[in-house]
């Protein structure tokens, strides 16, 4: 059970930027980057990552935390670390020339569940092969999850 709780808080927190992107458009999206742009010509993260989109990907598990018997700091840990492990990949994906919200199977989905997965797993109990598991059921409801999201017009791309 913990680790279906650490699912939840991991896939709250990679998913409450993209609703919240439904329910304001543009408004307050400020890149997170501030619009630099490194020695490559590419930006470090790009326009899609918002300081309002991290915001409130560590403020949903925050909040849900304590409903799964978790501290709100262990929450707003989890959200962190998996905005971390998804400004890392968007960082990969720009020094690769990849355009925003391209789809890179494997770069899009592990860093953001295994970093969390990994900073929280004696919270909640769990092992290393535990974390692996997570980390697959993850990816696999990602890549699931993305085409229906694109079906509701939760997302501009399928992936």
């Known amino acids: 059970m913990q680790a279906l709780y650490l699912l939840l808080l991991i896939a709250a927190a990679n998913t409450a930027p993209l609703l919240l992107k439904r329910v304001l458009g543009a408004k307050l999206a400020y890149p997170l980057d501030g619009g630099l742009t490194l020695w490559d010509g590419q930006p470090l993260?790009?326009?899609?990552?918002?300081?309002?989109?991290?915001a409130v990907a560590i403020a949903l598990p925050l909040l849900l935390a304590p409903l799964t018997s978790h501290a709100v700091g262990e929450g707003a840990a989890i959200g962190a670390?998996?905005?971390v492990g998804d400004l890392a990949s968007s960082f990969v994906k720009r020094r690769l020339k990849m355009q925003p919200s391209s789809q890179a199977i494997g770069l899009d989905h592990i860093p953001e569940v295994l970093l969390p997965a990994w900073i929280a797993r004696t919270w909640f109990g769990l092992g290393a092969v535990e974390v692996v598991l997570l980390?697959?059921?993850f990816v696999v409801g990602a890549l699931v999850?993305?085409?229906l999201f694109y079906r509701l017009g939760l997302r501009e791309r399928p992936y």
């Open 45 to 54: 993260f790009g326009r899609a990552k918002t300081v309002r989109g991290a």
């Open 135 to 137: 980390v697959v059921v």
């Open 81 to 83: 670390m998996a905005m």
């Open 145 to 147: 999850g993305s085409r």
